[in-house]
């Protein structure tokens, strides 16, 4: 088993001081490290408390040196306790000695990794997470007020992420000199993920985005974008984060090797096929590589990109020697029926498009050997990537996008279709000059069945661009496209989104019960018109909206022609995120006061014999 590590630790938008600490070691020695395994260790200091950076990397280190002088055999939970103690009593200790009795701790949290097997150990509230595909599992404990209630359902995640409380320890390395460390175990196989981070991340991203963008990045690139996204909504924390990623290219081209010489059939055998070929890697679940052929037509030249759904090949398709791009599903997805019908639902609505500023899907008369798509293959970079590197942008810049977007959305609505998920993700701007819309894994198409979803995910939409309507649970129409677009029309002019705050759903809610903050509030440069413009799409209710594309379209060509309608002096701010009381507290205030009256009872019977 090799492991390929990423790592992040940054001081975060308004900290002063790195209080986080992070480290990776295994044996450079492949024999040594077969037995003894590898590990990895990430540590947040108390800031409520002195010297949190002292604590932070004292119980690292002491936990790596119990870990290089252990004896292989000692199991992982086992040595595991010994790494946490060692280090609970360092940080403990040295409060004692240096602090005169003052308190010292740290949170911990460390994934000791050997025989294809992960087991975390932590106290505190830095989490572990594993990540296969297009799932996302929490392997460690939050040790923090809110945690039994959310446990016992008392509360919801989503109240506890914007409570104070949140980030209230019931546990921590070093408050007393042995610590009590929670363990999970988890089975690894190639492709997988597991992700350290600290509060300062996990508590301002989901889950699902988590998934989404470790699911579809490099290593070093997904620690990037999760600290770009966690600054972005307001994180006040240290911003650290440990990725590491399960490699097993060995194992996987030699079971590659092995399906390779089995014959399909005994009436009416085959030649084998190459171990190169696309159906023996298919058959093991191992990655597409450079040099393999798909259906004896496409020759796959490159991984593109790899999201939690599918994977992207640039491939040469033989018959004319033009690159293509091929979306293939990851083998889990087809197994998931709810999945796979929407990479069907993309298929099938990419086969009815054909508009320039809209993703070309290549139709293939002939029989596939498994489920993918073929696609122009488009080179250039989404908005999202331009937008990294440089917001706002020039007015004329902006205007042009949206126009070209405008313009693929009169096409879509006019056949039908509602985009649903319309973000900087999903718009390519090609070198060429031209912009295309991709992914319509989530599209509505008139007359269609429904596609259903439980709960927010990433298919529901994303909390910087979903619409109100959305965010209520509807299904949206033509007009959520347009209040995305005007969300992503806000952020090209002034270099923000139109909501932010401490949670995803504080951004939702905002959304729900308030209006942005006017752009040339932020930006007195401008252009009165634009600023309409802009409003007019994020309006809350889709009744006064811009009702079809085509007329946002012409406003953004025609600025001077915009009638001002002083919508900036009627926004409304968004109202504080509240929990509401959850029929779990109902509950167990009724409890409360039946014992209550029940105890009065007993005394004034007492009292009264």
Not at 543 to 571: P, W, Y
């Amino acid at each position: 088993m090799r492991l390929r590590y990423a790592r992040l630790t940054a001081t975060g938008p308004v900290r002063e001081h790195n209080e986080d600490w992070l480290d990776f070691w295994e044996s450079p020695d492949p024999l040594i490290r077969e037995k003894q395994g590898s590990a990895a260790l990430l540590a947040d200091g108390v800031g409520g408390f002195q010297n949190g950076e002292v604590a932070s990397k004292l119980a690292i280190e002491e936990a790596l040196a119990e870990f290089k002088a252990a004896d292989p055999a000692i199991k992982p939970p086992d040595l595991l306790r010994r790494m946490f103690n060692r280090a609970g009593v360092a940080v403990h200790d040295r409060a004692i000695k240096d602090l005169g009795g003052a308190r010292m701790a740290t949170t911990l949290v460390a994934s000791l990794f050997r025989d294809r097997t992960v087991t975390i150990a932590n106290v505190g509230d830095s989490r572990a997470y594993f990540i296969r595909q297009k799932t996302i599992k929490r392997l460690s404990t939050d040790h923090v007020a809110t945690a039994v209630q959310v446990k016992l359902r008392l509360m919801l995640e989503r109240h506890a992420m914007a409570t104070p409380q949140r980030s209230q320890l019931t546990r921590s390395v070093g408050m007393e000199a042995i610590c009590h460390p929670d363990f999970s175990t988890q089975s690894l196989q190639h492709g997988d993920f597991i992700l350290h981070c600290t509060d300062g991340l996990h508590a301002f991203v989901l889950d699902e985005e988590i998934l989404e963008i470790v699911a579809g990045h490099h290593p070093y690139d997904a620690c990037k974008q999760l600290q770009a996204l966690a600054e972005k909504r307001g994180s006040d924390d240290n911003i650290s984060l440990q990725l590491i990623e399960i490699r097993d290219w060995e194992k996987q081209l030699v079971q590659a090797a092995r399906v390779a010489t089995i014959q399909p059939t005994k009436d009416k055998p085959e030649p084998a096929k190459p171990a190169g070929s696309v159906a023996a890697v298919a058959a093991t679940g191992g990655e597409l590589t450079p040099g393999m052929v798909l259906d004896e037509r496409f020759e796959i030249t490159d991984l593109v990109a790899r999201s939690n759904m599918a994977s992207i090949y640039r491939a040469t398709d033989q018959t004319n020697g033009q690159s293509v791009a091929l979306k293939i599903p990851l083998l889990a997805l087809e197994a998931d029926v709810a999945g796979f019908e929407r990479f069907q639902r993309e298929e099938e609505i990419g086969a009815k498009l054909n508009h320039a500023g809209v993703l070309k899907v290549i139709k293939i008369e002939t029989e596939k050997s498994r489920p993918y798509l073929v696609m122009e293959f488009l080179d250039g970079e989404t908005l999202a990537a331009k937008l990294g590197r440089r917001r706002p942008l020039p007015m004329g810049e902006a205007l042009h996008y949206a126009a070209a977007i405008c313009d693929a959305l009169t096409y879509l609505h006019t056949n039908g279709i509602t985009h649903r998920d319309l973000k900087p993700q999903n718009v390519m701007l090609c070198k060429d000059g031209t912009l295309r819309l991709f992914d319509f894994g989530i599209a509505r198409m008139d007359k269609a069945r429904r596609l259903t979803f439980v709960g927010f995910t990433p298919a529901m939409g994303t909390p910087d661009y979903i619409s109100p309507e959305q965010v209520k649970g509807k299904r949206g129409d033509h007009r959520s496209d347009i209040y995305s677009l005007g969300a992503m029309l806000y952020e090209m002019v002034t270099g923000s989104t139109p909501f932010e705050g401490e949670s995803p759903y504080v951004v939702m809610n905002a959304r729900v019960t308030g209006d942005p903050v006017a752009p040339r509030k932020l930006d007195p440069e401008i252009h009165p018109a634009l600023e309409e413009v802009i409003l007019h799409a994020l309006e809350r209710d889709p009744r006064a909206r811009f009702q079809d594309a085509a007329q946002m379209k012409h406003e953004l060509e025609h600025l001077d022609d915009v009638k001002l309608t002083d919508r900036a002096l009627h926004l409304r701010s968004p109202q504080p995120w509240r929990a509401r009381l959850s029929p779990g507290w109902i509950i167990l205030a009724v409890i409360v006061l039946l014992m209550l009256s029940t105890l009065i009872d007993v005394w004034l019977v007492h009292r009264h014999h």
